[in-house]
């Protein structure tokens, strides 16, 4: 009995070993795409996480000016994330606004390795129509 309570002990400490810290979310990060870079921030005096448009691959448009979203604002450094809180190993209650669709969707966030994460946005509160994308962590 002694043996298999160490075990389970010893399983546990490993599994709590790899769960993220809310912080570790603070960066920046690449959507599965590949055509933008997400800085993600704590709200200064919260407890909320934000993310922030920082880089585009293609910044402007085919004028020159600077690429906008369907409600005409500009792209470049939109607030895309916003209003999640860390509970139990994930970041929830958020919402991902899309600037191609200028759609926003509740969202959840996931960090499954330290290096990558898994976004769920999705129409219902419950994530159950919607799709997941794997973000990547930015070296800088």
Known sequence: MKTLLAAVVIC???????????????????PGEGTSHIRIF????????????????????ENGKPRLDKKGKAIMDMVNLRD?????????????????????????????????????GSVDRWGLIGRTDIWTRVKQ
Request: aromatic content about 14%; hydrophobic content about 35%.
């Open 84 to 120: 999640f809180e860390f509970k139990k190993d994930t970041w929830t209650n958020g919402t991902i606004y899309d600037p191609k669709t200028g759609n926003t969707y509740y969202c959840t966030i996931e960090m499954p390795s330290h290096g990558m994460l898994h976004l769920r």
């Open 12 to 30: 546990m400490a490993g599994l709590l070993a790899d769960a993220p810290n809310a912080n570790e979310l603070i960066g920046v990060w690449q």
């Open 42 to 61: 704590k709200q200064k005096d919260t407890d909320f996480y934000f993310g922030k448009i920082v880089w585009l691959k293609e910044p402007n448009d």
